[in-house]
Structures are given as structure tokens and as C-alpha cells.
């Protein structure tokens, strides 16, 4: 994906955790992972109606992947495929991390979303991706300031940024449609000050994991 995003294309990578843009031909790998998920994520994320296997299948990936090639060169957003590498060299797809809604001048800022394969959660994984990707936005992608926002009941998301040291900065109250009504969600966020001290998202990680 060729984008003006600053910083984007890339390909971030820390120990067997890797980070890319997606390819068009990632379309089997992604629907199995995301079939094999539905019960892990499916409560979680606000999708078009229509079966899980049909909005999963590599036909819809043909769609996504269309979708966040065109937002990416926009601009608009960061789509990172998250591979983890085998020891023969391989890689095998597990998760999404993106930044979204990127907006530029003043404001300098993003959404961030992420989701992982349920057989490799609990691994740091995706605490590694998201970082990895945040220190990213904040050098090469220019942003300044960085928001996730998660329902409260969603637990192991919230484990994620808060691992990390996000800071819980607002109750949305119905923020989303999702899962037949209007959510509730939780707003983190993150400054590029708050962790240029420490060396960087990652740097930080490291050392809460060690």
C-alpha cells in the first residue's frame, strides 16, 4: 500500500512480533483467523449485518483490504497486518492493529483499534504490536497524541493499554453501535511527552514485562 501518510508505508518488528501492511493475497489467512474468532470478537466490534463467515470471507477481504489501501494513501489511517514469525522464516497472520482517523496540523492525533487471534492472546502480542506502532505514530508518523477507546466490559482490551500505561481519561456513554445497541466505551489516550522520556512506548514495555 503506497500512501502520503508521513511514515507510512512501514514494517516494525520486535523479537518474532511483526507488524506490515496488509497484501492482497493475506485474504485465506485473514478469514481463518477471524472465523476461528468469532466468539472472541464478534461481541467487540461494529460490523455490517450479514453472517460472521460472509463479512470474514476472502471475498470480504477483498473489500477491507480495497477499504484500507484507499485510507491509507488518503492519509487517513496506518492498517498494520500483525505476523508472528516461525522459526522456519514464516509468517503467520494473528492480528490488526490500526491507526485511524489520523488528523494532521494542529491536532496531530489517532484512534487506534486492535485485535488478536484468541490461540496466541495472553503472549504479549498485541501489547508489543500496539507499541511498537504507537512509537511509530509518534516519530516517523508525526502524531502527537494517541486514543483507544473500549467498552468497560471488555476486559482484555482494556488490559492491553493499561499494561502500556495509557492514561483512562473519559466515559463515553452510548459512544457506539455495536453488538445491537448503543455502547458505552472507555477513553484512554497517550501523549508523545508522556513516553519520550522513557525512551519510547516499547521501551516502557520492556521494562513492565521484565
Not at 484507499?70 to 487517513?76: F, H, K, S, V, Y
Not at 503467520?92 to 488478536?116: D, E, K, P, T
Not at 466490559?153 to 481519561?169: A, D, Q, T
Request: proline share 6%.
Amino acid at each position: 500500500m503506497l500512501g502520503s501518510t508521513p511514515g507510512w508505508p512501514a514494517v516494525l518488528a520486535d523479537g518474532p512480533v511483526l507488524l506490515r501492511p496488509y497484501k492482497r493475497g493475506d485474504g485465506r489467512s485473514w478469514s481463518e483467523v477471524r472465523i476461528a474468532n468469532q466468539e472472541w470478537l464478534a461481541p467487540w466490534e461494529s460490523a455490517p449485518p450479514g453472517p460472521w463467515s460472509e463479512m470474514n470471507s476472502t471475498r470480504a477481504y477483498s473489500y477491507v483490504y480495497s477499504d484500507m489501501k484507499r485510507a491509507a494513501r488518503r492519509g487517513d489511517s496506518m492498517p498494520f497486518a500483525v505476523c508472528l514469525r516461525e522459526d522456519d522464516g514464516s509468517e503467520r497472520l494473528v492480528g490488526h492493529v490500526n491507526l485511524g482517523n489520523i488528523v494532521r496540523r494542529a491536532f496531530s492525533s489517532a484512534y487506534a483499534g486492535y485485535w488478536v487471534d484468541h490461540r496466541v492472546a495472553g503472549r504479549g502480542v498485541i501489547p508489543t504490536a500496539l507499541a511498537l506502532a504507537v512509537d511509530h505514530a509518534f516519530g516517523p508518523g508525526g502524531l502527537h497524541r494517541i486514543e483507544v477507546n473500549i467498552r468497560p466490559e471488555n476486559r482484555p482490551s482494556r488490559r492491553v493499554v493499561e499494561k502500556l500505561g495509557f492514561r483512562e481519561e473519559a466515559y463515553h456513554q452510548r459512544y457506539m453501535h455495536i453488538d445491537g445497541g448503543w455502547r458505552d466505551h472507555l477513553g484512554y489516550a497517550l501523549t508523545s511527552e508522556e513516553v519520550a522520556a522513557e525512551g519510547g512506548l516499547m521501551a516502557r514495555w520492556r521494562r513492565v514485562r521484565a
